[in-house]
């Protein structure tokens, strides 16, 4: 049976967790610091909702990946499930005449 394809999702997890990470420092470093800093709080919010966002997006398209390979899964294994019926009809058939060649 043929593997499913992960590749995709392991390589977008990385980003993922990235993604989340900076989101997470954006929180923490909003909420540090006095309020003579030159990044006011709505623009520290605005960054963090953008990492959400784009977190959201690397989810979703990690699942449709997943999904389109499950699929691919799938049918890759319906096929090799004729294919495998096939040759042992085939493997039957050759049998059979065999023996009705061998009797007398």
Not at 47 to 63: V, W
Request: with cysteine; glycine share 14%.
């Amino acid at each position: 049976m043929p593997e499913i394809e992960t590749k995709p999702i392991r390589r977008r997890l990385p980003a993922l967790l990235a993604a989340l990470s900076i989101a997470a420092a954006g929180l923490a470093w909003a909420g540090c610091g006095g309020s003579d800093e030159t990044t006011s709080g709505g623009e520290a919010q605005e960054r963090i909702e953008r990492g959400i966002e784009e977190a959201k997006k690397g989810i979703d398209k990690g699942k449709e990946e997943a999904k389109k390979g499950l699929e691919k899964g799938k049918k890759e294994a319906e096929k090799g499930l004729k294919q495998g019926k096939s040759e042992a009809q085939k493997g039957i058939e050759e049998a059979e005449q065999r023996i009705q060649e061998n009797v007398p």
